[in-house]
């Protein structure tokens, strides 16, 4: 077997996971089943290790972004229903009836599409109740019918997104309500004509951390499901204990010294003030480190912080261990976790690189290893 933890990887806490689910089904009615979204690699954690590890605990459905990520869970051995949330080009059809994944429909022209290549696919509506993205709009009633009635279309699930739900001012959440409103509107249309047997849903972790009495067949949990928030101030009504499922390390290459006076890395963007001790650890930004972080945050090493210093490269980058008293290389580095008392969260990184942990996690690269932590 290939040597673990050589340069730089992910270790997950599966029981995290596995209490953050518990959160979640506690939180929701008892007839909403979970379904994560796995889609970009599972947010980086690795999609078919974590829809493994949710099928064990009874989780049936799941959503993706793209065809190929329904066909990667299907070939790692996840069962149940897979959701592609987002388009999928005629070209890659075949892809859907092998793998048996089912489809959004994201507007009725796409209804016509799929239904015009003659082959029987599984469906779910996308509605679009005021995010303007992707779905039929919901006032279009008439046409949402038409979508029902395709007869090579099989429908199983009618869905919407809401686009402002993580907010709770008086603004959005009148907003948010207007969405629910307009989902409802079209489930009771489509009663009315005698459309049932579909599922529904609308809410991802925002719309269940905050909206968390609504009744919806699935709930479309992402972000929070691993443990973390978007963004670090964001507050949410339900008090919930969420655990985060992912750090983030890599190897100390080198410790050494940089004399005063010189400068680290690319563009020479960081000099050293006085004689200093740096190290250099094995992971960049093709891993996932955005380039962002450069003189920007910290690392965690043996307990102590350590300042990022210089760009960060693709590959590598470096750190000022002036205070990082015992330190060698082959030490570990942590970027997002734990180390002694201190803990970075991926809410952190996020924040000093100017975005949400989202993006942070679901541009963890192909390079790192990913591990269950034992
Ligand atoms: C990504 C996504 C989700 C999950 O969102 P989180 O905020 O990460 O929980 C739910 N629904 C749709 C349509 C999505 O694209």
Same mark, same amino acid.
């Given at each position: 077997m290939m040597y673990q933890k050589g340069r730089a990887w992910i270790e997950l806490d599966l029981a995290h996971l596995k209490h953050n689910m518990e959160q979640f089904c506690s939180l929701l009615p008892p007839d909403c089943a979970l379904m994560p979204a796995v889609k970009a690699n599972a947010y980086g954690h690795g999609a078919v290790l974590v829809s493994k590890a949710l099928q064990e605990h009874g989780v049936q459905n799941f959503c993706v972004a793209s065809a190929a990520e329904g066909v990667e869970l299907r070939r790692g051995g996840v069962t149940g229903e897979i959701l592609v949330l987002s388009y999928t080009h005629p070209g890659q059809f075949d892809d859907l009836i092998e793998y048996r994944l089912a489809q959004t429909v994201v507007d009725g022209d796409y209804a016509r599409q799929m239904q015009r290549d003659g082959r029987r696919f599984t469906v779910h509506v996308g509605i679009?109740? @005021?995010?303007?993205?992707? %779905?039929?709009?919901?006032?279009?009633v008439e046409e949402i019918v038409k979508i029902f009635q395709a007869p090579n279309l099989t429908v199983t699930g009618l869905y919407s997104h809401l686009c402002v739900s993580d907010g709770r001012n008086a603004a959005e959440r009148a907003y948010t309500l207007e969405q629910i409103h307009h989902f409802e509107y079209v489930v009771e249309e489509l009663h009315r004509r005698g459309y049932s047997g579909f599922k529904c849903h609308l809410q991802g972790s925002y719309g269940i951390l905050n909206y968390s009495g609504l009744c919806f067949d699935y709930a479309r949990a @992402?972000?929070?499901?691993? %443990?973390?928030?978007?963004?670090?101030?964001d507050k949410v009504d339900a008090s919930v204990d969420l655990r985060p499922v992912l750090s983030l390390k890599a190897r100390v290459e080198s410790v050494k010294t940089l004399y005063q006076g010189e400068s680290a890395g690319y563009g020479m963007a960081y000099s050293a003030k006085k004689d200093q001790k740096i190290g250099v650890l094995s992971i960049g930004y093709a891993d996932?480190?955005?380039?962002?972080l450069s003189n920007q945050g910290w690392v965690l090493c043996n307990g102590k912080a350590a300042p990022i210093i210089g760009r960060i490269c693709m590959d590598q980058m470096m750190v000022d261990?002036?205070?990082?008293s015992q330190v060698e290389a082959g030490d570990e580095a942590v970027l997002i976790g734990k180390s002694g008392n201190l803990e970075i969260r991926a809410e952190d990184m996020a924040q000093w690189a100017g975005t949400i942990s989202n993006e942070i996690l679901s541009r963890m690269g192909g390079r790192l290893e990913r591990l269950v932590k034992e």
């Open positions: 679009d109740t @005021g995010m303007h993205r992707l %779905g039929e709009r919901w006032e279009n @992402g972000i929070a499901l691993y %443990g973390i928030l978007s963004g670090k101030n996932g480190v955005p380039r962002s261990f002036s205070e990082v």
